[in-house]
């Protein structure tokens, strides 16, 4: 069975500072999607990146990128220039590539402290 | 605002209640779900819709009763809750395979 570890239940990080929230996954399968998922406070979850596992190129989007290791099986998330508007639960998840598959698996989730 | 809404915002009912909670999407999406997150614990799956038909039931207990009229509204009926059920209740919509928009969730408390 698929897993997703989000072994840091709570982060800080200076305004304007970069900070790289962890995750990890087990899977035996080959081919797979992995996400992240931002929930601020009493807003609504917002996917933030995502990456295609038979891509190399990590993904990115604006400020937040990823460090995608496949073998290592692990799934970063780097936020840059962090912004008060960042602090949030963050959640990472996967999900096989199998077409017609709604099942996502979830982290725990991370709470991310923007510290001004 | 993501385009997804759920009512109510906030729900406390007692063990022998019957309620019901709403999700209405107007994005087009032909898919929506119902997702539990309780605290510490990662977010579950209980119900997704495909253009109207359930592909999804995540060995969910019968007292969490889906429906999905069309694929822009979605309920979840609720009767004879446990306090454990007490949770945030989210629901979510997408085009493809997969939650891309969530609504703002329903807290529940059951007592």
């Known amino acids: 069975a698929q897993t997703v570890t989000q072994s840091q239940p709570e982060m800080s990080v200076q305004e304007a500072e970069t900070v790289t929230l962890s995750c990890t996954y087990d899977?035996?399968?080959?081919?797979?999607?992995l996400f992240w998922y931002k929930q601020p406070p009493s807003r609504q979850m917002i996917l933030v990146i995502r990456?295609?596992?038979?891509?190399?190129q990590n993904a990115t989007e604006n400020r937040f990128s990823v460090n995608f290791q496949k073998a290592a099986k692990s799934f970063s998330l780097k936020i840059s220039d962090s912004q008060l508007g960042d602090a949030a639960m963050y959640f990472c998840?996967?999900?096989?590539?199998?077409?017609?598959?709604?099942?996502?698996?979830f982290g725990t989730g991370t709470r991310l402290k923007v510290l001004a | 605002e993501t385009g997804v809404t759920q009512t109510p915002r906030h729900l406390v009912m007692g063990m022998t209640n019957k309620k019901s909670l709403k999700c209405e999407q107007h994005?087009?999406?032909?898919?929506m779900y119902w997702y539990k997150q309780s605290a510490k614990k990662p977010l579950e799956l209980m119900f997704v819709?495909?253009?109207?038909?359930?592909?999804e039931n995540n060995s969910v207990p019968s007292r969490f009763s889906p429906e999905c009229p069309n694929s822009s509204h979605l309920f979840l009926h609720l009767h004879t809750l446990q306090p454990e059920d007490s949770a945030l209740y989210l629901c979510?919509?997408?085009?493809?395979?997969?939650?891309?928009?969530f609504g703002p969730g329903t807290r529940l408390t059951v007592t």
């Open positions: 979510a919509s997408s085009q493809d395979t997969g939650p891309r928009y």
């Open positions: 899977t035996s399968e080959s081919d797979y999607y």
């Open positions: 990456q295609e596992a038979y891509k190399q």
């Open positions: 998840a996967y999900r096989r590539a199998s077409s017609g598959t709604y099942k996502y698996i």
């Open positions: 994005l087009g999406h032909n898919a």
């Open positions: 819709y495909n253009f109207k038909e359930q592909t």
